[in-house]
């Protein structure tokens, strides 16, 4: 069977074919692209064949047999991109796409070719939805991707939120913040999940880009072998409505570390309950976190935060030894 896909505007690149996803053999190829991409463009990644493939089996609005699209030349794969949509709220609806290639074929009008492809698929896509919602495409450059950043710019995009990454590159000096009165740690129990979850997405919805979780996505938490480590979370329980009001979801990724030969942890997953902000809850949950960090024996920890967060983050974050090393931007054109 012919798996190959026309596309307009294709480049004149001898040997260029465009084709569908043809499952898990395809995995493989994916990681390989998306490891060359990550390290020309300074990105720490570590995803496997085996990672990929996980991720796929929890795909929400995206087919990839019908929304994705393949770059191969002379038979090796050079990138991939790959389309879906959410409703962002009641008001915007995104249709997002994201896309690698490799360095070595970049330039050559590849990356154009695949971006225009999956727009017009979401267009496909966006006909069989009611109108109503403002309907935006949406992508995602670092700021060590000019590429990138210039075909976008060039196709209509323009950036609309920015991102910060952040590294306290020393775990010695951790403040002593004390928790504020009426609140407890606990050991994190399997019993507890369900409140945590609810905790997590509750806190959350004020944030930029914040989506209604699935059954799917709780699945996907509960199995993400990278992140969950509820033996490193920080969790705060209010002991008088004995509810969860705030948390640090502390992790580790041992085999980012073992690629990039350093012992670094995550403190991410930040939040605290709107009746809860302005006494101190979070500072002492973060010092709590970069303890357990410690006492894991890592020596530097990192996160990210949105620039424009309102409760002023990064300056929280700041207060408590981290310094921003790289921005990153969300782009966006309207259909």
Known sequence: MDDRIHVDNSPAVPGLIFRRFRGKSDYPHMAAVVAASAEADHIERTDTAETIAKNYQNLTNCDPYQDMLF??????????????????????RIYASVGFLSPGWRRKGI???MLGWV??????????????????????????????????????????????DMLR??????????????????????????AIWASIHDVSQEEWGYQPPTEADYRAWLEDERRFQPQLWQIAWDTASERVVGHVMTFIDYAENEKYKRKRGYTEGIGVDRAWRRRGLAKA??????QAQVDAGMLESALVVDSENR?????????????????????RKPF
């Open 311 to 331: 409760d002023g983050a990064t300056r929280l974050y700041e207060s408590c030894g981290f310094r921003v090393v790289r921005r990153d931007a969300v782009y």
């Open 285 to 290: 949950l973060i010092a709590r976190s970069l």
């Open 111 to 113: 990356g154009g070719a």
């Open 169 to 194: 590159p020393t775990l010695e000096n951790i403040p002593n913040f004390p928790l504020p009165e009426g609140v407890q740690l606990r050991p994190v129990q399997p019993e507890h999940y369900p």
């Open 119 to 164: 727009e017009e698929r979401l267009r496909q896509v966006a006909e069989d939805h009611p109108l109503g919602p403002k309907r935006y495409f949406q992508n995602y450059a670092t700021q060590f991707q000019p590429g990138n950043i210039a075909m976008l710019e060039g196709a209509g995009y323009t950036a609309v939120r920015h991102f910060y």
């Open 71 to 92: 770059a191969e030349v002379d038979g090796e794969v050079t990138g991939y991109e790959r389309g879906w949509w959410w409703d962002d709220s009641d008001e915007v």
